[in-house]
């Protein structure tokens, strides 16, 4: 037992030297791995509150547009406004996020009636994206805004001539379309508004999936529609070639329809047999 004692007595001090040799070591590191968790807490505060402060400031900016704008025809929740006859603004708390970013963007509201042309003051960038950012987090709209990549002109022309020309003219200028609905040119929009515009399916015009156009035809015809915006500037342009097209294409089908009564009069005139009730005069029989 003697023996036991002074084994257990000689052995404390070795441990607490050795507690000592290790505990500072503990020490600092943990202090490292506090201050660094600290300082990154801090540092990273200080970088997001100005972000949280702008983004603030944004919403803010674009809840005041919209009450100023928006909120009398569409309510002040989005759900629809009793607007007077059929300028009574639908609801807008459902639509895709594009919807409203494409309306801001090209300025052009639903016409209700073929009488009312709405258009809403034209905002500028700025504008737009705080009046977009603030319907996206008041209504909890769907969707993403797009981004339009780099396109081959040549297929967009293809492209283009199959889905939109005949609805927007083979120069984009726009026109009539059936049941008198005015179609908008597209001559002079941003990439972003004719991906959203192809999409989305504003006002009457049909909605492209990706399985008809994906992404990369619409980058496509973006390039073409780039082409023909520069176009008006080079020899003739194809805004005159619309206006002769349509000109040509007017005198064809009244030569056409000459062409018809012509063949049935003289149809008639050489038949052999007279329908009950008809009979031809020959111009050279005696009288």
């Not at 700025?126 to 993403?144: H, K, N, S, T």
């Not at 520069?230 to 005159?240: D, I, K, S, V, Y």
Request: net charge negative.
């Amino acid at each position: 037992m003697e023996g036991a004692d002074r084994s257990m007595r000689q052995d404390r001090p070795a441990t607490r030297s050795r507690r000592r040799r290790v505990w500072p070591g503990n020490l600092v590191a943990a202090a490292i791995v506090v201050g660094a968790a600290l300082f990154g807490g801090s540092a990273g505060a200080q970088t997001d509150e100005p972000t949280r402060n702008q983004q603030a400031d944004v919403l803010a900016r674009g809840a005041g547009l919209f009450q100023a704008h928006c909120a009398a025809c569409h309510g002040t929740r989005g759900e629809g406004g009793p607007g007077p006859g059929d300028l009574a603004g639908p609801p807008i708390d459902e639509v895709d996020v594009n919807f409203v970013d494409l309306t801001l963007r090209t300025g052009r509201m639903p016409i209700p009636a073929p009488s009312h042309g709405i258009r809403i003051t034209d905002y500028d960038d700025a504008q737009r994206e705080a009046v977009v950012a603030f319907m996206r987090e008041r209504f909890d709209l769907p969707g993403e805004l797009p981004t339009v990549g780099e396109g081959d002109a040549s297929r967009g022309q293809e492209l283009y001539v199959r889905n939109c020309a005949a609805c927007h003219a083979a120069a984009a200028s726009g026109g009539i379309s059936g049941a008198a609905v005015q179609v908008p040119p597209l001559t002079g929009l941003d990439p972003i508004a004719i991906h959203q515009g192809t999409r989305v399916g504003p006002f009457e015009m049909p909605a492209f999936e990706q399985a008809v156009l994906d992404d990369q035809a619409i980058a496509d015809m973006v390039a073409y529609l780039a082409v023909v915006d520069e176009a008006p500037r080079t020899a003739g342009g194809l805004q005159e070639l619309d206006a002769i097209s349509s000109a040509l294409l007017m005198l064809a089908l009244t030569l056409a329809a000459g062409l018809v009564v012509l063949v049935v009069a003289r149809a008639r005139r050489w038949s052999t047999t007279e329908p009950e009730g008809f009979h031809t005069t020959d111009p050279f029989e005696p009288r």
